[in-house]
């Protein structure tokens, strides 16, 4: 590539590019017939085709950089063509590797293998490292993508040992991070481990943030393989945090998802669904088809364990005609996006889980051919881990079928493997451990003999002493005192070395609950990113309403209020949601709500306020009900309301949470119902519509603010006082009204402790 053309604005480098093309294309004048001597007329000729090659390859270099990939292949292929005429393999070699890198970015990773091996043959005849090392390496990623990973280890290993010894370290970091990927997708976890913290040390030094990310995330990974989940969940953050910082979507998504499969591990499905939901919405948004098919495997995979729990209670129906018909339903759609993008290691997992469900649902024949597909795949891509599950999955496919002689061989046959991937690694761990054992063992011995020969020792002087001092009362005695002192001397020491244990243990725990509570805190500070980057940044946009304001002051970190937005023509929803309790519960029941009206309104198309209420109102009962059958306290209160910009009326629905109407001295408290959402089974909401002036004020609020304790007395604020203060203020601009509503609480507080969470919303229309 020219340095160059690279180093330019590129839009500056297109206009340079275009200019060295004409000039290169003028290097044959008129005279050039006249032109006797052959060899002379044959230089001229190949100097031109060598330049317009050049030009012709960096035009392609230039607008492949500025995205359009189908024009930089057509520049790339008569750079191609005029460069075989010239023999000139170095810009051969580079021509090749730019072709296959632009069909990779095409999806057509076949015609991108074939050039990229057609560049490597070159490249190898010129002995030039820096180029094999990334030529190598992107070989070896279309393999890995193939699932040959053995392949793929073996390029990925070529590049590391040219990226080496040409001094390269930005391709040495990538090719460690991939020998990393290929062993951990050959089961190989360790030798995974052990590569990727040594990409990560070469990404430090330097200073690359999304190689820092997508390592760490890869760590996190491994750990969770491991079953080390507080590492897992620390590696994966911490890669999340940095990709949130460079604004990377794809890699964002990808590390949501991985984060809601390890809270799916973990049996956690609120947070499996609300990670999973952030990632599917991101991966739609850049059109992420593997992405995509992962997401939809986690919503099977949700069912698939919430069916397998209701089939260990053998709540047969239930997991049978619900959960099981679901997730094959998710499973089958993300087979049909791995089998488009040829991802042969995902394919043979979901056909195995469809295989698995089917044998489960007693549908026997089909069960059998997808598991047999399945282990036929898994075998020819040499995944050990799901061949492994492919066996455990034929195994109880044919003891349910009461064929016992294929259980058996299929059992046999995943314990073989089982056996492969995992002993050797513990065996090395085993025999350390037995060695040190041994050591320990023979050290003990030694020291004991020496205790008994010491102890031999000093009896026998003691029994001189004895005979010695007899003749003396007076010299027995002292000898006793200095006996009784050792022994007190002994106790005391033994005493002191029993509390210098107990300090140790009292300052070991200290540091565990520190490094706990650092943790947790951590934990909650993030879920607070989290929920600030769910809540809109403003509730309404410019020209919505002449003005509004939003008092957000959460009791802890994380809050369990939160407000809510939708347009719709001229129609704009708002809301106003109090859930149960506050911190980290009430913030998981905010993301609840929040989906619940997402649903409601985007997916399901309602748009009657009092609809959306019941119909969240049914799925809190339904989703709650579960993790507490004998009835649930949780749920939210909610101002759910419809502004029509056109007509001025406003249609709302109320749980409890309630709303007034402000035009100068008149105050409107509008009725709610004085149910809570989750209150109870069916329950219907009303609904209610009013017409609105202009100017008018319409405000919001959650119960925090009239609930909190203070003033001199240590009493609520209450409603009546906080709805005299909504009207002293209703005709001041709103950002005043916020600062005044902030200043009455901090006034009316003082010192007490806040109580709960408070949100007040102010509009004027």
């Given at each position: 590539?020219?340095?160059?053309?690279?180093?330019?604005?590129?839009?500056?480098?297109?206009?340079?590019?275009?200019?060295?093309?004409?000039?290169?294309e003028?290097?044959t004048?008129?005279?050039?017939?006249?032109?006797?001597?052959?060899?002379?007329?044959?230089?001229?000729?190949?100097?031109?085709?060598?330049?317009?090659?050049?030009?012709?390859?960096?035009?392609?270099?230039?607008?492949?950089?500025?995205?359009?990939?189908?024009?930089?292949?057509?520049?790339?292929?008569?750079?191609?063509?005029?460069?075989?005429?010239?023999?000139?393999?170095?810009?051969?070699?580079?021509?090749?590797?730019?072709i296959?890198?632009t069909?990779?970015?095409?999806?057509?990773?076949?015609?991108?293998?074939?050039?990229?091996?057609?560049?490597?043959?070159?490249l190898?005849?010129l002995?030039?490292?820096?180029?094999?090392?990334?030529v190598t390496?992107?070989?070896?990623?279309?393999y890995?993508?193939?699932?040959?990973?053995?392949?793929?280890?073996?390029?990925?290993?070529r590049?590391?040992?040219?990226?080496?010894?040409?001094?390269?370290?930005?391709?040495?970091?990538?090719?460690?991070?991939?020998?990393?990927l290929?062993?951990?997708?050959?089961?190989?976890?360790?030798?995974?481990?052990?590569?990727?913290?040594?990409?990560?040390?070469?990404?430090?030094?330097?200073?690359?943030?999304?190689?820092?990310?997508?390592?760490?995330s890869?760590?996190?990974?491994?750990?969770?393989n491991?079953?080390?989940?507080?590492?897992?969940?620390?590696?994966?953050?911490?890669a999340?945090?940095?990709?949130?910082?460079?604004?990377?979507?794809?890699?964002?998504?990808?590390?949501?998802?991985?984060?809601?499969?390890?809270?799916?591990?973990?049996?956690?499905?609120?947070?499996?669904?609300?990670?999973?939901?952030?990632?599917?919405?991101i991966?739609?948004?850049?059109?992420?088809?593997?992405g995509?098919?992962?997401?939809?495997?986690?919503?099977?995979?949700?069912?698939l364990?919430?069916?397998d729990s209701?089939?260990?209670?053998?709540?047969?129906q239930?997991?049978?005609?619900?959960?099981?018909?679901?997730?094959?339903?998710?499973?089958?759609?993300?087979?049909?996006?791995?089998?488009?993008v040829?991802?042969?290691?995902f394919?043979a997992?979901?056909?195995?889980n469809?295989?698995?469900?089917?044998?489960?649902?007693?549908?026997?024949?089909?069960?059998?051919?997808?598991?047999?597909?399945?282990?036929?795949?898994?075998?020819?891509?040499?995944?050990?881990?799901?061949?492994?599950?492919?066996?455990q999955?034929?195994?109880?496919?044919?003891e349910?079928?009461?064929?016992?002689?294929?259980?058996?061989?299929?059992?046999?046959?995943?314990?073989?493997?089982?056996?492969?991937?995992?002993?050797?690694?513990?065996s090395?761990?085993?025999?350390?451990?037995?060695?040190?054992?041994?050591y320990?063992?023979?050290?003990?011995?030694?020291?004991?003999?020496?205790?008994?020969?010491?102890?031999?020792?000093?009896?026998?002087?003691?029994?001189?002493?004895?005979?010695?001092?007899?003749?003396?009362?007076?010299?027995?005695?002292?000898?006793?005192?200095?006996?009784?002192?050792?022994?007190?001397?002994?106790?005391?020491?033994?005493?002191?070395?029993?509390?210098?244990r107990?300090n140790?243990?009292?300052?070991?725990?200290?540091?565990?609950?520190?490094?706990?509570?650092?943790?947790?805190?951590?934990?909650?500070?993030?879920a607070?990113?989290?929920?600030?980057?769910?809540?809109?940044?403003k509730?309404?946009?410019?020209g919505?309403?002449?003005?509004?304001?939003?008092?957000h002051?959460p009791?802890?970190?994380?809050?369990?209020?939160f407000?809510?937005?939708?347009?719709?023509?001229?129609?704009?929803?708002?809301?106003v949601?109090?859930?149960?309790?506050?911190?980290?519960?009430g913030?998981?029941?905010?993301?609840?709500g929040?989906?619940?009206?997402?649903?409601?309104?985007?997916?399901?198309?309602?748009?009657?306020?009092?609809?959306?209420?019941?119909?969240?109102?049914?799925q809190?009962m339904?989703?709650?009900?579960?993790?507490?059958?004998?009835?649930s306290k949780?749920?939210?209160?909610?101002?759910?309301?419809?502004?029509?910009?056109?007509?001025?009326?406003?249609?709302?629905?109320?749980?409890?949470?309630g709303?007034?109407?402000?035009?100068?001295a008149?105050?409107?408290?509008?009725?709610?119902?004085?149910?809570?959402?989750?209150?109870?089974?069916?329950?219907?909401?009303?609904?209610?519509?009013?017409?609105?002036?202009?100017?008018?004020?319409?405000f919001?609020f959650?119960?925090?603010?009239?609930?909190?304790?203070?003033?001199?007395?240590?009493?609520?604020?209450?409603?009546?006082?906080?709805?005299?203060?909504?009207?002293?203020?209703?005709?001041?601009?709103?950002?005043?009204?916020?600062?005044?509503?902030?200043?009455?609480?901090?006034?009316?507080?003082?010192?007490?402790?806040?109580?709960?969470?408070?949100?007040?919303?102010?509009?004027?229309?």
């Open positions: 590539m020219s340095v160059g053309l690279l180093g330019r604005n590129l839009d500056s480098s297109l206009i340079f590019a275009k200019e060295a093309l004409t000039l290169a003028g290097l004048d008129s005279t050039q017939t006249e032109i006797k001597d052959e060899k002379l007329r044959i230089f001229k000729s190949k100097l031109k085709s060598r330049e317009l090659a050049r030009t012709y390859y960096e035009m392609g270099v230039v607008v492949g950089n500025k995205g359009d990939d189908k024009a930089c292949l057509g520049y790339m292929i008569r750079a191609l063509v005029l460069t075989d005429r010239t023999k000139d393999p170095l810009l051969l070699g580079m021509i090749l590797k730019d296959g890198i069909y990779d970015m095409l999806n057509d990773h076949t015609k991108a293998l074939s050039y990229y091996l057609r560049s490597l043959e070159i190898d005849s002995n030039n490292k820096r180029m094999i090392a990334g390496n992107r070989i070896g990623l279309i890995n993508d193939r699932s040959d990973f053995p392949r793929a280890l073996d390029y990925f290993n590049s590391l040992d040219a990226a080496q010894k040409s001094s390269d370290s930005l391709s040495s970091m990538f090719a460690k991070n991939n020998i990393g290929a062993y951990w997708n050959q089961g190989n976890l360790l030798k995974a481990l052990d590569y990727y913290f040594k990409s990560l040390k070469d990404a430090d030094e330097l200073k690359d943030k999304p190689q820092i990310a997508i390592t760490l890869n760590i996190g990974l491994i750990y969770w491991q079953k080390n989940y507080s590492n897992a969940f620390e590696y994966m953050f911490k999340l945090a940095i990709e949130e910082k460079l604004g990377n979507k794809l890699q964002i998504a990808r590390n949501l998802g991985n984060i809601s499969d390890l809270y799916n591990e973990l049996g956690d499905y609120v947070n499996t669904i609300n990670y999973n939901s952030w990632a599917l919405r991966r739609e948004e850049i059109n992420d088809k593997k995509i098919a992962l997401s939809y495997s986690v919503i099977a995979d949700v069912n364990r919430q069916g209701a089939w260990s209670k053998k709540n047969y239930y997991a049978n005609q619900v959960k099981y018909p679901v997730a094959i339903a998710y499973y089958t759609k993300a087979l049909e996006i791995e089998k488009q040829k991802d042969l290691y394919t997992v979901y056909l195995a469809i295989g698995h469900l089917q044998t489960r649902m007693g549908h026997y024949p089909e069960a059998e051919r997808t598991l047999n597909q399945a282990l036929t795949l898994s075998d020819s891509i040499g995944a050990l881990n799901q061949e492994l599950t492919s066996h999955y034929l195994s109880e496919f044919y349910s079928t009461g064929n016992y002689r294929k259980a058996y061989e299929h059992r046999k046959a995943y314990t073989t493997i089982k056996d492969s991937l995992f002993n050797k690694d513990q090395i761990e085993s025999n350390r451990k037995t060695l040190s054992y041994e320990d063992k023979k050290e003990a011995l030694l020291k004991a003999e020496q205790s008994k020969k010491d102890a031999l020792a000093k009896s026998e002087k003691q029994r001189q002493q004895v005979i010695t001092y007899s003749i003396g009362a007076v010299l027995l005695l002292v000898f006793s005192l200095a006996l009784l002192i050792y022994r007190s001397s002994r106790q005391k020491q033994k005493a002191n070395l029993l509390l210098e107990k140790r243990t009292i300052e070991h725990q200290k540091k565990l609950v520190e490094d706990k509570n650092h943790h947790i805190t951590e934990s909650i500070q993030y607070k990113r989290i929920q600030e980057a769910i809540l809109p940044e509730l309404f946009e410019p919505e309403v002449r003005d509004h304001f939003v008092y002051l009791k802890d970190i994380v809050s369990g209020d407000y809510w937005r939708y347009k719709d023509g001229d129609d704009l929803f708002f809301a949601v109090d859930c149960t309790g506050h911190g980290v519960p913030a998981m029941m905010s993301l609840l929040y989906d619940m009206l997402e649903y409601a309104l985007k997916d399901k198309g309602i748009r009657q306020p009092a609809l959306i209420l019941n119909a969240i109102n049914d809190v339904d989703k709650l009900s579960k993790s507490n059958p004998g009835g949780d749920g939210m209160d909610m101002t759910l309301c419809c502004l029509n910009r056109k007509t001025m009326t406003l249609s709302y629905a109320g749980a409890k949470n709303l007034c109407v402000i035009q100068g008149n105050m409107s408290v509008l009725d709610v119902d004085k149910r809570s959402i989750g209150d109870a089974v069916g329950y219907q909401f009303n609904q209610h519509q009013i017409s609105l002036q202009p100017y008018e004020s319409v919001l959650s119960d925090g603010y009239a609930d909190q304790k203070g003033g001199p007395d240590l009493k609520r604020y209450m409603d009546r006082r906080f709805r005299t203060l909504l009207q002293q203020i209703a005709e001041l601009p709103c950002e005043v009204q916020k600062e005044k509503i902030e200043t009455e609480f901090k006034a009316w507080k003082g010192t007490v402790t806040q109580r709960d969470d408070i949100l007040v919303v102010g509009l004027k229309v």
